[in-house]
C-alpha cells in the first residue's frame, strides 16, 4: 500500500496572515451566448478565478483547485447563456459551495465581442469590437454580479483646438475680414486640434444581474467620446469621422462625465445602488504618456449631480 502524501496546502503557514485573492487568471473556455429567435454567439473567453483564503491555511491546494476550478468553470459554461454575468455568478456560487475554508469566491471573464453596423456616410457593412467585461462576487450573503464593456474612439483635444481657433481669428482679422463673419465661420466649421485615440470603460455591478442590456452599455461608452470609429472607411466616412469629432472636442475628464450622463438617461429603471464604473484612457498623439480619469459611484449619486443645475458662468 502506497503511503499517503501529507497535505501540506492544509497546515498552518509560519505567517499567519489571510489573502484576499487566490487563485488562477488566463484560464480559456467557449462561451455559447444564446440571442432570441437567432443563433447564439461563441466567445472564447478568458477567466480569473479567486477565493480568499484564512490565516490558518498555508495555501489554496492548486492543483486540486485547478480540479475543481476547471470542473465549475465546465459546468457554468456547459448550457447557452443569456447573460454572461449569469456565467460568472453561477461559478463563483458553485466555487464557494466547494471550499469550506472559504468566505468569498470571485470570477471575472474578458471576451471579445463583435457588432456589425454601417458607416456613417458611405453605408457599408463593417463591423466593431467590444470587449465585453463582466464578473460575480459570492459570499453567504448573496452574489453580486456585474457586466459591461470596454469600446474604442476617437477624441479631440479642445485646449489644442482653442489655440488653433484662436490663430485662424487673429489670421482672418489681419485679412480684414468682419468679426460676425469670423464668428459664424468659427462656429460652422470647428478648428484642428490634436487627436487620440480612447478607451471607454463602462460596468454595472448590483445584487443579482443587473437590468441592463449588454448593446445598450456598448452604445453608451461609443457616445461617449468625440466621435466612433469603424474597421471600414470610405473617403467620405473619413471626413464625417473627421469633422464629428473636431465638432465634439472632449477631455478625457467630459468623456467620463459623458458616460455618467448616458447610464443615467439610458437605465432609469435601475436601482439606486447599482455600482457604476467609467474609465477612459487616451493613447496621447502629441504626448509620450497618456491621459487618464475614472470614476466609481452609486447611480443614486450620479443621478444627483448629473440633474443639478449647471452653476452660470455670466
Known amino acids: 500500500m502506497s503511503q499517503q502524501l501529507p497535505d501540506v496546502q492544509a497546515s498552518s503557514p509560519d505567517v499567519t496572515v489571510g489573502l484576499n485573492r487566490v487563485g488562477v487568471t488566463g484560464v480559456e473556455k467557449l462561451v455559447k451566448l444564446g440571442r432570441r429567435d437567432r443563433d447564439p454567439i461563441v466567445l472564447m473567453a478568458e477567466f480569473e478565478v479567486f477565493v ?112 488653433s481657433a484662436a490663430r485662424a481669428r487673429e489670421t482672418l482679422q489681419s485679412m480684414a475680414v468682419e468679426d460676425e463673419v469670423i464668428d459664424e465661420f468659427l462656429q460652422k466649421m470647428p478648428q484642428a486640434g ?48 473627421t469633422f464629428e469629432a473636431h465638432k465634439d472636442a472632449k477631455f478625457v475628464e467630459d468623456c467620463v462625465r459623458a458616460l455618467a450622463e448616458g447610464v443615467v438617461d439610458r437605465f432609469p429603471d435601475l436601482p439606486d445602488d447599482a455600482i457604476v464604473y467609467m474609465e477612459q484612457s487616451n493613447d496621447e498623439s502629441i504626448h509620450q504618456h497618456n491621459a487618464h480619469a475614472e470614476r466609481i459611484a452609486k447611480l443614486e449619486d450620479l443621478r444627483s449631480e448629473v440633474s443639478e443645475e449647471q452653476p452660470n458662468d455670466d
Open 52 to 163: 480568499d483564503l484564512p490565516s490558518w491555511r498555508k495555501g489554496a491546494d492548486m492543483s486540486r483547485n485547478m480540479e475543481v476550478i476547471d470542473e465549475t468553470l465546465e459546468t457554468a459554461v456547459s448550457e447557452e447563456a443569456y447573460r454572461v454575468e449569469d456565467v460568472c455568478g453561477d461559478a463563483a456560487e458553485l466555487l464557494l459551495e466547494k471550499h469550506d475554508y472559504t468566505t468569498k469566491a470571485e470570477v471575472r471573464m474578458e471576451a471579445d465581442y463583435v457588432t456589425h453596423e454601417k458607416t456613417p456616410e458611405s453605408e457599408m457593412a463593417t463591423q466593431s469590437t467590444a470587449t465585453i467585461i463582466a464578473s460575480a462576487t459570492a459570499t453567504d450573503e448573496g452574489t453580486s454580479e456585474e457586466i459591461g464593456a470596454q469600446v474604442t474612439g476617437m477624441t479631440v483635444c479642445p485646449c489644442s483646438q482653442g489655440m
Open 194 to 241: 490634436h487627436s487620440q485615440r480612447g478607451h471607454a470603460t463602462l460596468t454595472v455591478e448590483s445584487d443579482g444581474a443587473p437590468e441592463v442590456d449588454l448593446n445598450e452599455l456598448i452604445e453608451v461608452a461609443r457616445d461617449s467620446m468625440s466621435a466612433r470609429i469603424y474597421n471600414l472607411a470610405k473617403r467620405p466616412d473619413e471626413d464625417h469621422m
